[in-house]
């Protein structure tokens, strides 16, 4: 079946540490993966996405790698702050007629000063 | 920054009783969706809407559920009869050319 899914529940890292988020994912139809943050009480927010005709893009402090080999997807932050705290979701874009996103079950960041 | 808006925030209702969820979505988009987070799951796909019509729904979306976009800014989502098991988040998102759906705030629903 189809599933996205994320390696560790919690990671806990030291202020000013990268840290690194992982997801699977099982289509390998799939062809765009999203990373979202979400904060306590609020919707998901966009941080940066990755078509399957790349293995790496970045950001401003974040990167976000594809293996689609293993069908693996990372998100590395790097000089983790205090507010990076939050869920990390990896969602997957299914494409077709509606782009629905099928989102792994998330990772929490908590961020130690 | 445009972004998606949603009320209420937050919505108490009785077992039974209709409720609606508003949403603004992002003015030049044309893809619309919602989604759910029961508390401490993941988000899930709820329905697609497009070009003013259904494009997808999923297993949740049963008949109790709808979705209206009635004027040319709001996008709703109905139901009609509540049930426990529908207290969640409920999050609207929007599209536009561009692959990114933005999602708005998100309305907490406690059905009692």
């Known amino acids: 079946g189809e599933s996205v899914g994320l390696h560790l529940p919690t990671l806990s890292v030291q202020e000013g540490d990268n840290s690194i988020i992982n997801c699977a994912y099982s289509?390998?139809?799939?062809?765009?993966f999203i990373w979202y943050k979400q904060e306590s009480g609020k919707g998901p927010q966009f941080i940066i996405d990755?078509?399957?005709?790349?293995d790496k893009r970045q950001g401003q402090r974040v990167t976000v790698l594809l293996n689609k080999t293993v069908k693996h997807l990372s998100l590395q932050i790097a000089a983790t702050q205090p507010g990076d705290s939050a869920v990390y979701f990896c969602?997957?874009?299914?494409?077709?007629?509606?782009?629905?996103?099928?989102f792994g079950t998330g990772t929490l960041l908590a961020v130690q000063p | 920054e445009p972004e998606v808006t949603q009320t209420p925030s937050h919505q108490v209702t009785q077992m039974g009783q209709e409720v609606i969820l508003r949403c603004v979505p992002i003015s030049n988009h044309l893809y619309f969706y919602w989604y759910r987070q029961i508390l401490g799951q993941k988000v899930e796909f709820l329905v697609s809407f497009y070009n003013n019509e259904i494009s997808e729904k999923s297993e949740i979306f049963d008949d109790q559920f709808s979705v209206e976009r009635p004027d040319g800014s709001n996008f709703t989502l109905k139901i009609r009869s509540t049930k426990l098991e529908d207290s969640a988040m409920y999050f609207c998102?929007?599209?536009?050319?561009?692959?990114?759906?933005?999602f708005g705030p998100g309305t907490r629903l406690l059905v009692l």
């Open positions: 998102a929007s599209k536009g050319n561009q692959e990114t759906q933005y």
């Open positions: 990755i078509r399957s005709n790349m």
């Open positions: 969602a997957e874009e299914m494409r077709g007629a509606t782009n629905k996103l099928i």
């Open positions: 289509n390998s139809a799939s062809d765009y």
